[in-house]
T-cell receptor
Framework: EAQVTQNPRYLITVTGKKLTVTCSQN?????MSWYRQDPGLGLRQIYY???????DKGDVPEGYKVSRKEKRNFPLILESPSPNQTSLYFC?????????????FGSGTQLSVL | QKEVEQNSGPLSVPEGAIASLNCTYS??????FFWYRQYSGKSPELIMS????GDKEDGRFTAQLNKASQYVSLLIRDSQPSDSATYLC????????FGQGTELSVKP
């Protein structure tokens, strides 16, 4: 089954404790991205990757890191989480055809930073 | 800052009515437009895409695009309670930008 697998589903942590949210896709997509979703603000892109070892900042990259060592995996790293990073996070992957970008989303990670 | 704007709602319609969801975008270079549906606690899923001015129909859903007015809409005919969700509009012009979403509630 084609899917984007994101873990964990829920995470509660404390300020400053490093954490990693994993994301893996089995559709051989070149493009992967991370979003955070906050009430009234919609989906905002954190980082994206066009292919292995190619990553770039989205609209809200501060406080986050990513890596793309393998095509299927795109982990999101919070080196020193802060309460303003409490949010719902989505990983997504896609193929990019001309004039078309259909995103496949993971099931989301609800992060609470205390 | 390129933006996509939606009324956050909630928009409430009775079952069987037409629900009309609207979206405006600021980037005139945007070429593709998308509507994603997101049920509460779930991830977004693509339901419609539109690239040319005019209407595009898919079952009970019709997407409308007016590039001159920078306006995109989604009509849902014969609305059902199962259509109750948040609908996200997105534009693609170099990068994909999402609006904040409109919450739709269909009352039986």
């Amino acid at each position: 089954e084609a899917q984007v697998t994101q873990n964990p589903r829920y995470l509660i942590t404390v300020t400053g404790k490093k954490l990693t949210v994993t994301c893996s896709q089995n559709m051989n997509h070149e493009y992967m991205s991370w979003y955070r979703q906050d009430p009234g603000l919609g989906l905002r892109q954190i980082y994206y990757s066009m292919n292995v070892e190619v990553t770039d900042k989205g609209d809200v990259p501060e406080g986050y890191k990513v890596s793309r060592k393998e095509k299927r995996n795109f982990p999101l790293i919070l080196e020193s989480p802060s309460p303003n990073q409490t949010s719902l996070y989505f990983c997504a992957s896609s193929f990019i055809e001309e004039l078309n970008e259909k995103l496949f989303f993971g099931s989301g990670t609800q992060l609470s930073v205390l | 800052q390129k933006e996509v704007e939606q009324n956050s709602g909630p928009l409430s319609v009775p079952e069987g009515a037409i629900a009309s969801l609207n979206c405006t975008y600021s980037d005139r270079g945007s070429q593709s437009f998308f509507w994603y549906r997101q049920y509460s606690g779930k991830s977004p899923e693509l339901i419609m895409s539109i690239y040319s001015n005019g209407d595009k129909e898919d079952g009970r859903f019709t997407a409308q695009l007016n590039k001159a007015s920078q306006y995109v809409s989604l009509l849902i005919r014969d609305s059902q309670p199962s259509d109750s969700a948040t609908y996200l509009c997105a534009s693609l012009g170099g990068k994909l930008i999402f609006g904040q979403g409109t919450e739709l509630s269909v009352k039986p």
